[in-house]
């Protein structure tokens, strides 16, 4: 086990040095990856990542947000306060894929209108985000997650928020929450009570 840690280890820090020197060609394509729901607490919502595709390169990586330590005490509190470490990290397409096609969970991806500098200005912030302060950031629940992570870099890209927050809508954050969790009633009995009031807003 140890063994396969490291070689992952070693293959992972590979990958993000080389990125670091890539140079996109003109055909390289840039997507949003959306996920459909896992069963447990932390994928119910499904989960959002960033893909880079240049077969010219020979390159097919994710940049994913929604990485984080397991063994962190009380975990899933954490998870639901707003308190836990979350950070950016890189794997190839195939092992992120992996993950999906065992769970059988759906896989969406949109490709996104670029130009190839804005495709390069983004491969090149993603890559110097996993080697500075920027990797690790403290995930909330709702305001600050592997979606929101990803939005913010695409609308620093565009220049203007291609999604911006609904204030005024008949739908609540409860109302939301409420539909995924319909089979977990002690996940909505806890989520419920730590968020009090706020999501109904």
């Known amino acids: 086990m140890l063994k396969k840690l490291l070689f992952f280890l070693v293959s992972l820090l590979s990958i993000n040095a080389n990125?670091?020197?890539?140079?996109?060609?003109?055909?390289?394509?840039?997507s949003l990856i959306t996920c459909g729901s896992g069963n447990e607490l932390y994928s119910i919502y499904g989960h959002t990542a960033i893909?880079?595709?240049?077969?010219?390169?020979?390159?097919?990586?994710?940049?994913?947000?929604g990485n984080f330590d397991f063994a962190t005490e009380n975990f899933y509190l954490k998870f639901v306060k707003g308190d836990l470490q979350y950070f950016v990290a890189a794997c190839s397409f195939n092992d992120f894929m992996q993950e999906y096609v065992e769970t059988n969970r759906n896989v969406f991806e949109q490709q996104l209108i670029l130009s190839t500098d804005q495709k390069q200005k983004l491969f090149e912030q993603m890559n110097s985000s996993m080697f500075s302060d920027e990797r690790?950031?403290?995930?909330?629940?709702?305001?600050?997650?592997?979606?929101?992570?990803?939005?913010?870099?695409?609308?620093?890209?565009?220049?203007?928020?291609?999604?911006?927050?609904?204030?005024?809508?008949?739908?609540?954050?409860?109302?939301i929450?409420?539909?995924?969790?319909?089979?977990?009633?002690?996940e909505n009995f806890g989520i419920n009570i730590i968020f009090g009031a706020k999501v109904d807003f």
């Open 51 to 65: 893909r880079f595709l240049d077969s010219e390169n020979n390159l097919d990586i994710v940049y994913n947000y």
């Open 136 to 175: 690790y950031y403290t995930y909330k629940f709702i305001d600050k997650n592997c979606t929101t992570m990803v939005l913010d870099k695409i609308n620093a890209i565009y220049g203007s928020n291609i999604v911006n927050k609904k204030t005024n809508t008949l739908v609540s954050y409860r109302t």
């Open 177 to 186: 929450l409420y539909s995924y969790l319909n089979n977990h009633f002690w």
């Open 19 to 30: 990125c670091q020197y890539y140079k996109l060609s003109n055909q390289a394509k840039v």
